[in-house]
């Protein structure tokens, strides 16, 4: 299915997935933005904490671009019926 027919016939899911990967995005720069040295305490938010979070955030939007990527991917087509 490519990207204009995935918008043609699932607009809700396309613009879901692509809303959820710029609030993704916006969290990441968020956490590291608020990330100290690591060698704070070991209560409230710690380093390692944020540091979890940003890997969590980043395999979340790599399954992301993987949707998209299959979203675009004009192969395979489906098959024409009956066989000749």
Do not use: D, N
Request: charged fraction near 10%.
């Amino acid at each position: 299915m490519g990207l204009k027919t995935a918008l043609t016939q699932a607009r809700i899911v396309t613009f879901g997935a692509l809303a959820a990967a710029v609030w993704i995005l916006l969290t990441v720069f968020q956490v590291y933005g608020q990330l100290g040295p690591l060698s704070s305490g070991g209560v409230g938010q710690t380093p390692i904490a944020g540091l979890l979070g940003l890997l969590v955030m980043g395999g979340a939007l790599a399954l992301l671009v993987v949707l998209y990527s299959e979203l675009s991917e004009e192969e395979p087509a489906p098959e024409p019926w009956p066989p000749e």
